[in-house]
Nanobody, 117 residues
Framework: QVQPVESGGGLVQPGGSLTLSCAAS????????MAWYRRAPGKQRELVER???????NYADSVRGRFTISRDWAKNTVYLQMNSLKLEDTADYYC???????????WGQGAQVTVSS
C-alpha cells in the first residue's frame, strides 16, 4: 500500500562509507524477499543485494565484500551498509520486493548516492 521510504544518500569521496535505510511495512518485510537495486546514469537497473524473510542473502559480484544488507524487525527497516565506495557506485538506490515490476506504483523515490573526488 504505502511505498518504502529510502534515506541516507549523499556525496562521498572514493573509499568512503554510507548507510542507506529503507522504511517499509512489517507485512511486506515478513512475506517478501527485499532487495536494494540501483540505477546508474545511462544504465539499466541492477540488483545489488537481497534478503529473504528467513535471513538468507545474495550479493552482486560488484559489491561483494564491500556492501552488507541487513534488517531490523522492530524498526521495520532494511539497511545497506556501503564501504570502500567507488566512482562506479554512483547511482540512485531503491529498496523493494524482488517480485515488484519496474515502474510500478510500489516503488519509492530512491536515495541518490554520488561518489566523487
Amino acid at each position: 500500500q504505502v511505498q518504502p521510504v529510502e534515506s541516507g544518500g549523499g556525496l562521498v569521496q572514493p573509499g568512503g562509507s554510507l548507510t542507506l535505510s529503507c522504511a517499509a511495512s512489517g507485512s511486506i518485510l515478513r512475506t517478501n524477499a527485499m532487495a536494494w537495486y540501483r540505477r546508474a546514469p545511462g544504465k539499466q537497473r541492477e540488483l545489488v543485494e537481497r534478503i529473504t524473510p528467513a535471513g538468507s542473502t545474495n550479493y552482486a559480484d560488484s559489491v561483494r565484500g564491500r556492501f552488507t544488507i541487513s534488517r531490523d524487525w522492530a524498526k521495520n527497516t532494511v539497511y545497506l551498509q556501503m564501504n570502500s565506495l567507488k566512482l562506479e557506485d554512483t547511482a540512485d538506490y531503491y529498496c523493494g520486493s524482488t517480485n515488484w515490476t519496474p515502474g510500478s506504483d510500489y516503488w519509492g523515490q530512491g536515495a541518490q548516492v554520488t561518489v566523487s573526488s
